[in-house]
Every structure is written in C-alpha cells, then in structure tokens.
C-alpha cells in the first residue's frame, strides 16, 4: 500500500486537503494513512485514534470489507460516540485486483429527515414518471406515430420505465447502497441490447459526428442486470463523443468465451502519465464537468458481472474495451431460462425497438 499510494496521496493533496468535504485513504485494515484538514474538525474522535473500525464501532466491518476486497465499493451508515450520524462512502482500491487500501469521504447524515425525504422524494418522482410511462404507452398505441418519431418515442418509454422501477425501489438503498451488490441479473440478448443503445447514442451528440456501428453476431447471450451494464456502456458511448475530433465507431463480437465492445473514438488520445490512473477514484483531467468517477464505476460494472474494462491509445485516437462473459454451460443457460419471461417489460421494449428500427430502414 506505501508505494501505491505515492501517487494517489499527491493526487489528493493536490485536489482535495482544502475540501469542506472529509476525505480519507485508509489501508486494508481501515487504519487511516492520509486525510485532509476536514476530518478532524467533522469527527473530535479522530485526534484519538485513526482506526475507523474504533470511530464507528457499531457498523458490521467484516461485512464491509468481504464487499471491498471484491472489488465493490459501498456507502453505509455509521455513528460517532457522539451520536452524530455519517455516511461512509468506501471506494476500494484494487491496482493488481488485491486489495491495497481503501479511497473513502464522510457526509453528514439526518437519519430520520433523510428517510423522511427519500421517501417523499420516491413518491413523487414515480407518481411523475408513471404519467409520463402511462401517456408514453397510449401514444405508442397510435398508428399515426410513425418513423423516426416512434423511436423516440420508445426512447422515452423505455427511460421512463427504468426510472418508475429505480424509484420503486428507492427503499432498498436509502439505509446502504452499494453500487453493484444488488445485482439483478437475467439473460439477455446483449446483440439487441447495444442495438438499441447505439440507436440512442445519437441523441447524445453534442455535435456533428459520424457514428457507426459493426456486429456480425447474430446474437450473443450474457447474463447480466441490464440497467447497470445499460449505465456503463452509455458512460462509454457519452465519452467518446464527448472527447472525439469527429467519429465513433462502436463494435461487438465474440473473442473465446466473452462478448467484447469497443468504443474507438478519433479525439486526442490519453497521456500515457495518465493511462495508469484514468481507472482511479476522482482521476480527472476535466476539472469544470469532471467528478472522476465515471470510468471507475464503470470498469467495477464489468468487474461485478465477471469481465474487465481496458483502455489503450491508437494511431489516431483512443479505444476502450469492456468485456463481459457470455452464457456457455447448458446448466447456466436453463437456469436463466426458468427466471427469463417472455413479457418481460425491459426486454419486450429492446425487441420491440430493434424490430421496429429494422422496418424503418426498411422504408426509408
């Protein structure tokens, strides 16, 4: 940890010892190594001991860390002998996919005012969102929504089902939340799938650019919760144009036993000084729109579902590659098959766009 953290607390030193926000880097055993100024002024206990597992005694810590050394990072509640409440948000640090320490910060936390106004919160978003969900379906329900039209169309429809279903289950993640523990996996035609997320990508361009797409697969099966990996790829497809001159070119095919999506795009490329810490906690060389976050999460998107997110520069441009496992073994396939619903709402909307997107080719 000594040698890898080199890097990491200059890094911090230089971006967040003077954050109103307390930040700290721990070791694997949650002894604190580096801090900013903010710490022992939000936590009098601090000056006394810099054992985390001592600050906050009642949090279940082998819980926490049997999480962390998967690679997961994870938010949960703690208190202070003082009574105060913080959330604890641990981001695992994992070079070599062992654990070498921990990047974490502390927000003050109102138990009983903030469940109160999650809550609320969840109410009224899914009220909001199921008049849009509800309307959306009775226009889909119109012949005279045709063409380009419909497809957007069926990108609100589609959106708006997700956020209905996210507030749902607001109450799941309002006490711990964890990025990628609760996986809800299904299986899931991931050919379809990007499909429709490159159909979509054009809606995010800033600017004129040439996107394509390439896929001789007919179809490749994953088992995967779609609206992480849906997360993670749009992260991916958001930078690119973001950061290319020109062009996107997106592909996805089969190499052994995974399905491989690359993501090219002609921008500027990265330095090779920061190829090594793009995949880092709050790396970030945008420091107006930058949260440094975005590549980190999405790299433990794959990492959770069994795969891997890399990243490396080309003649003219950039390329980053997110792998994930295909379903191989008859005994995975059946056991997806027995949860996998045909009248699925999420997939029913991915098939229903793709066919849909086929005819208006088609036609036009």
Request: hydrophobic residues 40%; glycine residues 6%; neutral net charge.
């Amino acid at each position: 940890m000594e040698t890898f953290s080199k890097g990491l607390e200059k890094l911090l030193n230089s971006y967040y010892s003077e954050s109103e926000t307390p930040i700290f880097l721990a070791d694997r055993s949650m002894n604190v190594i580096w801090n900013n100024k903010s710490i022992s002024l939000s936590v009098p206990q601090y000056a006394a001991t810099k054992d985390l597992k001592l600050i906050f005694g009642e949090i279940n810590w082998s819980a926490v860390l049997k999480n962390l050394e998967q690679g997961k990072p994870i938010a949960i509640t703690g208190k202070i002998p003082t009574g105060e409440c913080f959330t604890i948000h641990l981001l695992p640090l994992t070079p070599l996919d062992i654990l070498e320490g921990v990047l974490g910060f502390l927000t003050k936390y109102d138990k009983n005012g903030a469940d109160a106004a999650a809550g609320m919160l969840a109410h009224d978003i899914k009220n909001k969102v199921s008049i849009i969900k509800n309307v959306g379906q009775l226009l889909k329900s119109s012949d005279a929504i045709m063409g380009r039209d419909r497809t957007y169309l069926d990108v609100i429809c589609r959106n708006s089902a997700i956020l209905f279903n996210l507030a749902r289950n607001f109450d799941i993640i309002k006490d711990e939340i964890s990025y990628t523990h609760l996986l809800k996996t299904e299986l899931l035609d991931y050919v379809g799938f990007i499909k429709s997320l490159y159909s979509e990508a054009r809606l995010y361009a800033q600017k004129s650019v040439d996107i394509t797409f390439d896929c001789d697969e007919t179809c490749l099966l994953i088992s995967c919760d779609p609206v992480k990996i849906e997360d993670a790829v749009v992260n991916l497809f958001i930078n690119a144009l973001k950061y290319c001159r020109s062009a996107v070119k997106i592909k996805l095919f089969k190499r052994n036993n995974m399905a491989v999506l690359t993501v090219y795009n002609n921008g500027s490329g990265i330095p090779e000084e920061n190829m090594s810490n793009i995949f880092l906690p709050f790396f970030t060389t945008d420091k107006k729109e930058g949260k440094g976050l975005g590549l980190y999460i999405t790299k433990l998107m794959a990492v959770a579902h069994k795969g891997n997110l890399y990243c490396e520069n080309t003649n003219d441009g950039v390329e980053f590659t997110f792998e994930l496992p295909l379903v191989q073994n008859i005994s995975e396939l059946r056991s997806n098959l027995t949860i996998y619903k045909p009248d699925n709402d999420y997939l029913n909307q991915r098939f229903r766009l793709a066919i849909e997107e086929r005819n208006i080719q088609k036609h036009s």
